[in-house]
């Protein structure tokens, strides 16, 4: 019996359940065995096998020393204008907040204009730091994106603040994002942070299995709000997504950053190791951001 149960310990985690206890969350090994106390030659066993791990004994300052080796190794195999650009680009990898103080700003002022109303505004200016393009590059919109020597995928998405009620046309927008918009205003930033259908160690409508759910306290556009981190993983994917919320007038201010990579490729420790590194640069971005002149439609 006690060969048959070091066994069932040294097993990993079956499924969905198998990075559990690297955040500290019971997972079934065995519905039918349990085990408690010290493993020794007087353990007794009934029920069901958990185990749980402590993420704190992650050091986190040494994953994110690691980073920074590693994101100095990528830019040094970039080609850059000139010998000043090159030692901004090596100045960013050691500090990414400087990415934000090397970046430029970017203003959008939507003034009378199809575009407002789609946000439910008759006007509005908004305006974020994009963070230096050494780091981020820019896609689409007001998405960034940085991938790492090891293939790890960080998504900055800086999203438009939304005024739900002065959204007179609802066929400027698709109906479904229009409902997640209203249901943040109906539910209040911290309860949808907190809230939400999607529970710690249930799967979601699309199959990805959460870990563990964080809820603090930020800024967001300037406005007091809260981040709401989700760990997850999916068949392709584990990720880590924080996502930021806060309302003010009326008006929900939303952004998020998500942190993947393939299963095959990284851990949970290499997406927390990323995000420790670029955490404060994102927290900036978003904080530092602002929503004025604006017109309600």
Known sequence: MKKVLLILLCLPMIGFGQYSNFYNVNANINKNVNVSGTVNKNVNVSGRVTTTQNINTIDYGQLALANAEKEKNRLANMKYADEKQRLIA???????????????????????????????FSKFVFKHQIPHKS??????????????????????????????????????????????????????????????????????????????????????????????????ENDYEYVIKDNFFAIYDGIVFRAGVRYKGDKDEVTFEDLEGRRHYLKRLCNQIISTGSFYDYKKY
């Open 90 to 120: 090596m100045e960013i990898a050691s500090n990414t907040v400087k990415a934000y103080d090397y970046g430029f700003p970017n203003t959008w002022s939507a003034k009378q204009s199809k575009v407002a109303k789609k946000w439910g």
């Open 135 to 232: 780091l981020f590059t820019k896609l689409q919109g007001y998405n960034y994106q940085n991938i790492s020597e090891n293939n790890i995928v960080t998504e900055l998405e800086i999203t438009a603040p939304f005024y739900p009620q002065g959204l007179k046309n609802k066929k400027l927008i698709d109906q479904k994002v229009f409902l997640f918009w209203k249901e943040i205003i109906d539910m209040g930033a911290e309860n949808w942070a907190k809230g939400g259908d999607w529970q710690v160690g249930t799967k979601s409508e699309e199959g990805s299995y959460l870990h563990k759910k964080d809820v603090n306290k930020t800024k967001v556009y300037g406005v007091n709000g809260f981040s709401s981190t989700l760990i997850y």
